[in-house]
């Protein structure tokens, strides 16, 4: 069902709607979404912006197995996994993710999982750029799915 999924990395504004609009559909009565923000702080420290970088090619493939795993466990309708690259600056999206689905418990299950998978699998590097320096930045739950 590839073609019932979204997948774009972008040096560019992330859309909110253009994430909606490409899971919508008449036989959806549930659509969740997840936006990931640059956050102004972290752990104390103030936070100038994040980059972030890819093996593209790779990601776009991880990206495609990651709907290939939530259609496995959820009867979603459609999917869209849109994910910035380059500069973000402090209350810009890094990161959309939309799910639909025929119930709302579904798309938001399968939207919850979508991201923690995206973060945990995909080859997507961030740097936190601080006010006092900068520092590339391992997910957690990258840590987690590796050690297990």
Request: hydrophobic share 40%.
């Amino acid at each position: 069902m590839a073609a019932d999924n979204f997948l774009k990395l972008s040096h560019d504004l992330l859309s909110v709607d253009e994430a909606y609009q490409s899971v919508v559909t008449p036989s959806a009565g549930g659509i969740s979404t997840f936006v990931g923000t640059t956050r102004d702080t972290f752990e104390g420290k103030t936070v100038v912006r994040l980059e972030y970088e890819a093996y593209e090619e790779m990601a776009l493939n991880e990206m495609q197995k990651l709907c290939d795993k939530v259609r496995a466990k959820w009867d979603v309708k459609k999917m869209a996994v849109i994910h910035r690259l380059g500069v973000v600056p402090v209350e810009e999206a890094s990161v959309i993710i939309a799910v639909s689905s025929a119930h709302r418990r579904e798309a938001i299950e399968a939207c919850h999982f979508a991201i923690d998978e995206l973060k945990a699998r995909v080859p997507i590097w961030k740097k936190e750029i601080y006010e006092d320096g900068s520092n590339w930045k391992a997910n957690e739950e990258f840590n987690v799915k590796t050690a297990s």
